[in-house]
């Protein structure tokens, strides 16, 4: 099967920037969409961003115009890049793929947005 891996996240300030990557452990492996979901404490998983795999997007409203869903089909990788950053934006970031009726998750990696 493949394994998705991101990173990138941390703690940074409000207003501030971060970029998330998402990489799957097998190039080949070909997902019809991938997107970013985030989980704050107490709080269920939501959609952040997807992207299909002729290139459209779809943006949860809270992000739009702030954050960027970008993939790289030929390294089979997925990008977030949030900018102006706000502490609702606080949860654990998950990669998503997906592919006929399977679903592929990664393990997560925290954003904090704190002053």
């Known amino acids: 099967q493949v394994q998705l891996v991101e990173s990138g996240g941390g703690l940074v300030q409000p207003g501030e920037s971060l970029r998330l990557s998402c990489a799957a452990t097998?190039?080949?492996?070909?997902?019809?969409?991938m997107g970013w979901y985030r989980q704050a404490p107490g709080q269920q998983r939501e959609l952040v961003a997807t992207?299909?795999?002729?290139?459209?997007?779809v943006y949860a409203d809270s992000v739009k115009d702030r954050f960027t869903i970008l993939r790289d089909t030929v390294k089979n990788a997925l990008y977030l890049q949030m900018n102006s950053l706000k502490p609702e934006d606080t949860g654990v970031y998950y990669c998503?793929?997906?592919?006929?009726?399977?679903?592929?998750w990664g393990q997560g990696t925290q954003v904090t947005v704190s002053s």
């Open positions: 998503n793929g997906r592919r006929f009726s399977d679903i592929f």
């Open positions: 097998r190039s080949s492996f070909n997902f019809a969409s």
């Open positions: 992207i299909n795999s002729i290139g459209n997007r």
